[in-house]
């Protein structure tokens, strides 16, 4: 292998300033949602109080990448307790959808619209953080969604670009049209977003837990997570998909239960790395490190011609194990251990040409007891 000098200066100036702080500091997608977690440690919340306030914002800042009814997968740390979880926070199916509907019906895919729909998780997600390790209220912690859904935001270049390059697909489904093409347009980078539907299911939540937190913190909590699964949001839901050839049901919503468990994790140099479970494809980056192992890194020098290839040829081959072996535990045997362990991170790398890329996926590893062969492209 031989190393090939890096045509960049050492040292790109940076034109955004550096911020440092003494007391704390949040770092999200956007700044508006940054600032919204900021503000809750001020008002004395704690970081799992400020991390859902950030994280719920960007499902209404952000809302044409990720819903605030979608998915939120979150890991957490607590000092406190010296303890580390993750919250899958990713719905299942609902219980009407069969393999043998989308093979017979859908030619094996599963078409755009209300059949892509899991159960919405990150409602349970956001609220299961902060039973166990928040401080504030439900209410207070959505303050500043609430606020940017119903008063609305400025319009920022990428959320305008993403809506312009998706227009046939949000022009396709009224009720969003409504929302992401007022009056048939594009929004215009400067317009006020409102998204008072958002803000009123929210608030919902809010007033519901209002209601019960006089029997106490939890119980409050508690109820807003009801207002979403069993109560008029819940209903709301499954008219809608009832209506419109959607399979969700007020059964799959009641009785949507998280996964809270230690994450996975591999040694890389002097630290310890997690990712989520295979039920994403969080490992895929562990098993990319593990295959990297046997190399030097540093020497080979980084973003050099050889240091990408080695790099893009370990994530897929971890791709190809995602794509035959990853799937819910809950539904499927992963082999994770073995995916995981130095020694079939060492067999991966034993796939890897210095001389040749896989122009595609490269064939799965075999692994001995599972029901999934191996298969696949060839290096070209």
């Keep these: 292998m031989t190393t090939t000098p890096s045509p960049f200066p050492p040292s790109m100036p940076a034109y955004r300033p550096p911020i440092e702080g003494s007391r704390h500091g949040v770092v999200a997608g956007h700044y508006l949602a940054a600032h919204a977690g900021f503000a809750i440690f001020n008002a004395g919340g704690n970081a799992i109080d400020a991390g859902v306030a950030a994280g719920m914002a960007l499902?209404?800042?952000?809302?044409?990448?990720?819903g605030f009814a979608g998915v939120a997968p979150i890991i957490i740390y607590s000092a406190e307790k010296d303890e580390l979880i993750s919250i899958d926070g990713l719905g299942t199916w609902p219980k009407a959808a069969t393999l043998e509907m989308f093979e017979k019906g859908h030619r094996g895919t599963i078409p755009e619209g209300l059949l892509r729909t899991v159960v919405p998780a990150a409602p349970a997600a956001w609220i299961e953080a902060l039973i166990r390790y928040g401080t504030m209220s439900f209410g207070d912690i959505?303050?500043?969604?609430?606020?940017?859904a119903r008063e609305g935001f400025v319009m920022y270049p990428l959320m305008s670009d993403t809506i312009g390059t998706h227009r046939d697909g949000f022009a396709r489904w009224a009720a969003s049209a409504a929302i992401y093409l007022p009056?048939?347009?594009?929004?215009?980078?400067?317009?006020?977003?409102?998204?008072?539907?958002?803000?009123?299911?929210?608030?919902?939540?809010?007033?519901?837990?209002?209601?019960?937190?006089?029997?106490?913190?939890?119980t409050g909590l508690e109820a807003a997570r009801a207002a979403f699964y069993s109560g008029d949001i819940a209903k709301t839901i499954c008219d809608y998909h009832k209506a419109n050839g959607g399979l969700l049901s007020l059964d799959d919503m009641a009785n949507y239960r998280l996964t809270i468990e230690r994450p996975p994790?591999?040694?890389?140099?002097e630290m310890d790395v997690y990712t989520c479970g295979p039920w994403c494809q969080g490992p895929v980056l562990l098993q990319a490190l593990q295959i990297l192992k046997g190399y030097d890194l540093k020497r080979i020098g980084?973003?050099?011609?050889?240091?990408?290839?080695?790099?893009?040829?370990?994530?897929k081959l971890a791709c190809a194990d995602r794509e035959r072996y990853y799937g819910d535990p809950k539904f499927i045997d992963v082999p994770l251990d073995t995916l995981l362990s130095e020694a079939y991170g060492a067999q991966r790398?034993?796939?890897?040409?210095?001389?040749?890329?896989?122009?595609?996926?490269?064939?799965?590893?075999?692994?001995?007891?599972?029901?999934?062969?191996?298969?696949?492209?060839?290096?070209?």
Excluded: C
Excluded at 366 to 374: K, V
């Design 265 to 269: 994790s591999i040694r890389w140099g």
């Design 142 to 148: 959505a303050e500043a969604s609430i606020r940017f």
């Design 302 to 315: 980084h973003n050099t011609a050889d240091y990408v290839h080695v790099v893009t040829e370990a994530l």
């Design 59 to 66: 499902g209404v800042l952000q809302s044409n990448f990720v």
């Design 183 to 218: 009056g048939g347009q594009v929004p215009t980078v400067g317009d006020l977003f409102v998204q008072s539907d958002l803000a009123r299911t929210i608030q919902y939540m809010a007033d519901e837990e209002k209601a019960a937190a006089k029997r106490g913190r939890v």
């Design 349 to 380: 790398r034993g796939q890897i040409r210095l001389d040749q890329a896989w122009p595609e996926l490269p064939p799965a590893g075999d692994i001995p007891g599972t029901r999934h062969g191996a298969g696949g492209a060839r290096a070209a």
